[in-house]
């Protein structure tokens, strides 16, 4: 089946601009993952959303980070004003959740700020 | 909080050589333990997990014990090939007030040369 989908692939903005990156996550898949990998901070988790809740925000590094997902099933990760620091891939995952909780990853985004 | 050490690349070695790439990790309660795989150009794959104490991962020709005494989880393979060549990231999966999240180590370049 269908894995894991992310768009757009690549995206470039400049500084100040908003950008919006969108996930499709495996069919049935009640959990889902945002995570940020980038070159000075390796794979940084940033939020977790079971069914359409997310528990726990904290991880989103700053403010201008937020996440929503509807339906449960697609995920919209936006960036407000984005910064040069915010530069990475942006990882999605999802999983089954029970019993195997293996979280299947997508391709990613990547995000530039110039 | 949670984390996860892992040995620092890059790892260079010839093929059909022993491979150890060395985890440790820093967790409350009883995490699962996996490790990823990120080939050239690819996503982050599940190559291998445990879930409890002394429960023995393994696929691929890959193998990683979960031992709670000594907080490892060191990835293993008998004899490398080139086609192994990718980074391998070690990872534990945690539940906080019903917040689960992955925790990642910063991954390992492996290259194996023929």
């Known amino acids: 089946g269908a894995g894991v989908s992310q768009s757009p692939s690549n995206k470039v903005t400049e500084k100040g601009k908003d950008v919006e990156l969108r996930c499709d996550p495996i069919s049935g898949h009640t959990a889902l993952y945002w995570y940020r990998q980038s070159l000075g901070q390796g794979l940084e988790f940033l939020i977790y959303?079971?069914?359409?809740?997310?528990?726990?925000k904290s991880g989103l590094p700053s403010d201008r980070f937020s996440a929503e997902r509807t339906g449960g099933s697609v995920s919209t990760l936006t960036i407000q004003r984005t910064q040069q620091e915010d530069s990475a891939v942006y990882l999605c995952?999802?999983?089954?959740?029970?019993?195997?909780?293996?979280?299947?990853f997508g391709p990613g985004t990547r995000l530039t700020v110039l | 909080g949670d984390s996860v050490t892992q040995m620092e690349g890059p790892v260079t070695l010839s093929e059909e050589a022993f491979l150890t790439i060395n985890c440790t990790y820093t967790?409350?309660?009883?995490?699962?333990l996996f490790w990823y795989v990120q080939y050239p150009g690819e996503g982050l794959q599940l190559l291998l997990k445990a879930t409890k104490a002394d429960d023995k991962g393994s696929n691929k020709g890959f193998e990683a014990t979960y031992r709670k005494e000594t907080t490892s989880f060191h990835l293993e393979k008998g004899s490398v090939q080139v086609s192994d060549s990718a980074v391998y990231f070690c990872a534990l999966r945690t539940i906080n007030f019903g917040n689960e999240k992955l925790t990642f180590g910063t991954g390992t370049r492996l290259t194996i040369i023929p």
């Open positions: 959303f079971q069914g359409n809740s997310a528990p726990d």
């Open positions: 995952a999802s999983s089954l959740y029970y019993p195997t909780y293996e979280q299947f």
């Open positions: 967790a409350t309660g009883y995490p699962s």
